[in-house]
T-cell receptor, first 110, second 113 residues
Framework: GESVGLHLPTLSVQEGDNSIINCAYS??????FIWYKQESGKGPQFIID?????DKRQGQRVTVLLNKTVKHLSLQIAATQPGDSAVYFC?????????FGAGTRLTVKP | NAGVTQTPKFQVLKTGQSMTLQCAQD?????MSWYRQDPGMGLRLIHY???????DQGEVPNGYNVSRSTTEDFPLRLLSAAPSQTSVYFC????????????FGQGTRLTVV
């Protein structure tokens, strides 16, 4: 069946470094992708999205890259801060079906 | 802005009991959905709705019912709770035409004993 998965369950980075979180999806018909951040005890919060007709989108300190050829997307966080510590999920949409990955826990070391 | 409001935040049920998890949004979103979140797994879609009077099943619908009588409300009913339904449940809403981000509630932590 369809799946969305992240490559690493955990990622530890030094404060100030850049972070890269990866995600792979299985359904080539997926046309919309989102990255969410989830802090402990809270619901997921939107970070950035990208549609399938784009390969890159930038926000404030974050960039999402989409490679449809290999069905892969990544989230890049520039100058990672302690407040970025959280679990990050990617999601891929096909029609009304939004599938989520299991998440990567990002830990930022001071 | 209230956004998406879920109640209750915590609930303990005995096996076989029924209950309704409430979800309300004030953003006039057409699309609403329910997910469960289990350790080590991504959010899994239980049921969704693209508008009042319209509901459909997601990836893991068994043991759950939904209805959508208004745009604002999308309750999730557990018919006969089982320990396998112990999970954290999230409700989300979003625009439907021209798909955009989903806004999530704070979650309901349900334990079935």
């Amino acid at each position: 069946g369809e799946s969305v998965g992240l490559h690493l369950p955990t990622l530890s980075v030094q404060e100030g470094d850049n972070s890269i979180i990866n995600c792979a999806y299985s359904n080539s018909a997926s046309d919309y992708f989102i990255w969410y951040k989830q802090e402990s005890g809270k619901g997921p919060q939107f970070i950035i999205d990208i549609r399938s007709n784009m390969d890159k989108r930038q926000g404030q300190r974050v960039t999402v890259l989409l490679n449809k050829t290999v069905k892969h997307l990544s989230l890049q966080i520039a100058a990672t801060q302690p407040g970025d510590s959280a679990v990050y999920f990617c999601a891929a949409k096909n029609n009304n079906d939004m599938r989520f990955g299991a998440g990567t826990r990002l830990t930022v070391k001071p | 802005n209230a956004g998406v409001t879920q109640t209750p935040k915590f609930q303990v049920l005995k096996t076989g009991q029924s209950m309704t998890l409430q979800c309300a949004q004030d953003m006039n979103h057409e699309y609403m959905s329910w997910y469960r979140q289990d350790p080590g797994m991504g959010l899994r879609l239980i049921h969704y709705s693209v508008g009042a009077g319209i509901t459909d099943q997601g990836e893991v619908p068994n043991g759950y019912n939904v209805s959508r009588s208004t745009t604002e409300d999308f309750p999730l009913r557990l018919l006969s709770a089982a320990p396998s339904q112990t999970s954290v449940y999230f409700c989300a809403s979003s625009y439907y035409r021209g798909w955009t981000e989903a806004f999530f509630g704070q979650g309901t932590r349900l334990t079935v004993v």
